[in-house]
C-alpha cells in the first residue's frame, strides 16, 4: 500500500513503459497537511492500489488540479510566460539607481537633467503619475505637475510630455490627455525605488 511517505519516490521512479515519468515537473503544495489529508483521502477511495499516472494524478488534484495533465499544462504555460517576461524584463539597473538622483525623497523632481536619456527617463515618471483616460484643462494640468515637481518650471515639463508625446493637447491648448505608450522596463525599477509624490 502506498502511503504518503514513499509517493514522492513512486512519482520520480523510472518507468520505461511510461512516458510521463521522462518529464520532470516541479512539484509545490502550500500546505503540507492538506495534502497529507488530500492524498489519505484519495488513496482510501481507491479500489486498489493506484499506478504510476495514477499516482501523479493523485497529486495533482491533491494541490487543486483536475489531472496530472493540467498541473503539466499549468507548469508549461508558465515557463513560457517567465520567459517572455525575463526577454522584455532587463532592466540595467545602474541606469536607474542614476535617474534616481533627479529626485528629491519625497519623490518629486528636484533636478532636470542635462542627457536627453535621463530626460525621458523622468518624463516616463511624470506620465506614470498621471491617470490614464482621463482629461484637463491646462490649469490642472498645471496643478498637477507642479505636484511631481520642485525646479519650479512646470511648463518646461508641460511642453516637454507633450513634445516628447507623453500628452496630447487640442489645438486651442484647452484640454490635455496622457498618451498610452508601452513604458521600458526600468520605468518599473525606479517607480518602486521612488515614493509617490504627494
Not at 514522492?8 to 520532470?24: F, G, I, K, M
Not at 484519495?42 to 494524478?57: F, I, M, W
Not at 525646479?151 to 516637454?160: C, E, F, N, Q
Amino acid at each position: 500500500m502506498a502511503t504518503p511517505d514513499n509517493l514522492p519516490r513512486e512519482v520520480l521512479a523510472r518507468n520505461e513503459d511510461c512516458t510521463v515519468s521522462r518529464q520532470r515537473l516541479p512539484y509545490h503544495a502550500p500546505d503540507i497537511s492538506a495534502l497529507a489529508k488530500s492524498l489519505a483521502r484519495q488513496l482510501d477511495e481507491s479500489p486498489e492500489r493506484p499506478g504510476h499516472v495514477e499516482l501523479l494524478n493523485l497529486l495533482a488534484r491533491a494541490v487543486g488540479f483536475r489531472n496530472y495533465q493540467a498541473l503539466r499544462a499549468s507548469h508549461q504555460a508558465q515557463t513560457r510566460l517567465a520567459r517572455e517576461a525575463e526577454l522584455e524584463a532587463v532592466v540595467d539597473f545602474r541606469r536607474v539607481e542614476q535617474w534616481r538622483r533627479y529626485f528629491d525623497d519625497a519623490g518629486c523632481l528636484q533636478r532636470w537633467p542635462k542627457k536627453h536619456s535621463h530626460r525621458e527617463a523622468c518624463l516616463w515618471v511624470l506620465w506614470s503619475r498621471l491617470p490614464a483616460r482621463q482629461r484637463w484643462s491646462e490649469k490642472e494640468l498645471n496643478e498637477r505637475l507642479r505636484a511631481q515637481e520642485c525646479l519650479g518650471d512646470h511648463l518646461l515639463l508641460r511642453r516637454a510630455l507633450v513634445d516628447g508625446g507623453w500628452l496630447t493637447r487640442t489645438p486651442d491648448g484647452g484640454e490635455y490627455r496622457r498618451v498610452e505608450r508601452r513604458p521600458p522596463a526600468e520605468l518599473g525599477a525606479l517607480l518602486s525605488c521612488l515614493p509617490a509624490c504627494a
